[in-house]
């Protein structure tokens, strides 16, 4: 490579970064990171003379890492097929223990290599790693890969701890090495686009703001469903279950962005500030606002239950399946229920939040709906209000209809970024405002710790649903109970 090769246009790019990605051989560098690395390179948000070296322990030739590195990249055309060899071009790899100095300073030689000839002055890693490496990961960084000239990012993924204490013990061993504002706690939700939409949503509308609140809302309901169930990794998830898996980090993102007050600004901490206000204003959960289920076999026998995986342990009682009730005691939301649910192995894959108003006062027609705006969060975005409306004719018969904003029909939806490459220009362009702040975390594990210490001690038995199923008996009385009313 020499300098004569670089390429001078930057496209969009306002920052030349060098990328590390260390557990570049893993499922997430292969599914996630690398492939939005290439849809930011390809659309000239990546300067031309990045260059991304990946990291991990495992051996692979320039040959095979470009192969791990291309196998989740979709190639629709020539332009594409052209990007990628010269994304391809630009990735390197180097092998290495996760707790040797000695391979972490030949790590700095190949980076201080590449940045001679790209003349980039800002670093980039990406722990794309277990958790059980984070910190002597960010250890071996800090002491040979770390300089003070050079502008240093580090993006963490989750899980952030698995409960206040791991998590307050986490922060401190990370925040002895970083900056908290050189660390990206990654949450992929916040890269979504319509969790990306929910402050424009509320905070450029006049016809939502005045009506976001305990007087018009009677609930809230915040749903993620997924149809594939823990497919062979069941002894990794047993340890979490889907409370630490999904909901206390990407439903309760969710939530906090539909509750929080509006920020002063867009600015990182203004937005960040209000998300922890919001977080703080609510206690934690009680038993009797929980139902947790746990899936078994399909209803045809066929597909195996979560205990029949050999690595899930013998009678776990680990949920997959979650409903819960959080209450905001503030003045905007005190008496409203959010509902959250999440499961895996469903009959569907589906993330949406439905607002439920209250019935009309005093109403002057009979068979009335509640009023609900759904935004779905995937797949196929949109947003939809449910309202009352006259069925068109002779007569005054009300009849439900929907106010549809479905992004196919509205928008060329080839314009929507993955959440990865959407965070990952964030952390390159240095705003943390989609990113999980200390203290933020810290709240949320405050909300759950309890909830989830009982039932790690096996005190809550999960009930079974079929894989495949809608999900456990019951749920829809338990979405009931908190004021849901079904059209
Ligand atoms: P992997 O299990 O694929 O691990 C990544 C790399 O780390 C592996 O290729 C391996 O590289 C190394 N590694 C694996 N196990 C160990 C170990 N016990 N000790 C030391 N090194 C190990 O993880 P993922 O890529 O799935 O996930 C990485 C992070 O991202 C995790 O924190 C995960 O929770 C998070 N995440 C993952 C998602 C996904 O879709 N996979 C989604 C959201 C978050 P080598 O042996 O070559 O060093
Ligand atoms: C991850 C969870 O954080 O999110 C997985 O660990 C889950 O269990 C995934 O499948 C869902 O993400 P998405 O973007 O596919 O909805």
Redesign the pocket.
């Known amino acids: 490579m020499s300098s004569a090769s670089l390429i001078s246009a930057q496209g969009d790019a306002k920052h030349l970064y060098t990328i590390v990605v260390l ?10 990171t690398f492939p939005a690395l290439f849809g930011l390179f390809k659309n000239r948000y990546l300067s031309r003379n990045t260059r991304i070296i990946g990291y ?3 051996k692979m030739d320039q040959t095979s890492f470009e192969g791990h590195v291309s196998k989740f990249i979709k190639v629709k055309n020539e332009e594409d097929k052209a990007a990628l060899s010269r994304f391809l071009s630009v990735c390197s790899y180097q ?1 290495g223990q ?1 707790d040797h100095d000695g391979d972490f300073q030949e790590l700095e030689k190949h980076i201080e290599r590449v940045e001679k000839i790209s003349g980039a002055k800002e670093r980039l890693f990406y ?7 984070f910190i002597p990961v960010a250890a071996c960084l800090k002491k040979n890969n770390y300089r003070q000239d050079v502008v240093t990012r580090l993006i963490v ?3 952030f701890g698995m409960d206040l204490d791991s998590s307050r013990k986490l922060a401190k061993e990370l925040g002895a090495l970083f900056k908290e504002e050189e660390i990206y706690r ?1 949450d ?1 939700y916040l890269g979504k686009e319509m969790v990306k939409n929910l402050m424009i949503l509320r905070f450029a509308n006049v016809i939502f703001g005045s009506v976001w609140n305990r007087h018009s809302i009677d609930n809230i309901q915040i749903t993620f469903k997924e149809k594939i169930g823990t497919q062979g990794r069941g002894g990794y998830f047993d340890e979490f279950g889907i409370i630490r898996d999904v909901m206390q980090n990407h439903l309760l993102q969710i939530l906090t962005l539909v509750a929080m007050e509006p920020p002063v600004t867009l600015s990182s901490e203004d937005v960040r500030d209000e998300k922890v206000k919001v977080l703080r204003f609510i206690p934690p959960i009680a038993k009797e606002d929980i139902l947790l289920g746990q899936y078994t076999k399909s209803e045809d026998g066929k597909e195996p239950g979560y205990l029949d995986d050999s690595t899930v342990p013998r009678g776990s009682k680990t949920p997959t399946y979650a409903a819960a009730t959080l209450f905001i005691h503030n003045e905007r939301w005190a008496g409203v229920p959010f509902v959250l649910k999440c499961g895996k192995a469903l009959d569907q894959q589906k993330t949406e939040i439905r607002i439920q108003f209250k019935d009309v006062p005093g109403s002057i027609f009979t068979n009335l709906s509640r009023n609900e705006i759904v935004i779905r969060v995937q797949p196929g975005e949109a947003l939809y209000v449910k309202m009352m409306n006259k069925e068109p004719g002779l007569g005054m018969k009300t009849i439900i209809s929907d106010l549809d904003l479905s992004y196919s029909s509205r928008f060329n939806s080839s314009v929507i970024p993955e959440a990865y490459e959407s965070l990952i220009l964030d952390a390159l362009n240095g705003d943390q405002s989609n990113f999980v702040r200390d203290d933020e975390l810290d709240a949320a594990w405050k909300i759950f710790t309890p909830i989830l210490k009982t039932i790690d001690e096996g005190e809550i038995d999960p009930i079974p649903y079929a894989l495949g199923s809608r999900g456990p008996e019951g749920v829809s009385e338990f979405v009931a109970k908190y004021g849901y009313t079904r059209e």
């Open positions: 557990g570049a051989s893993g499922d997430l560098a292969k599914k996630k991990a322990r495992t092998s996760y722990m794309a790693l277990p958790p059980s490496v993924e989750k899980p990654i992929h």
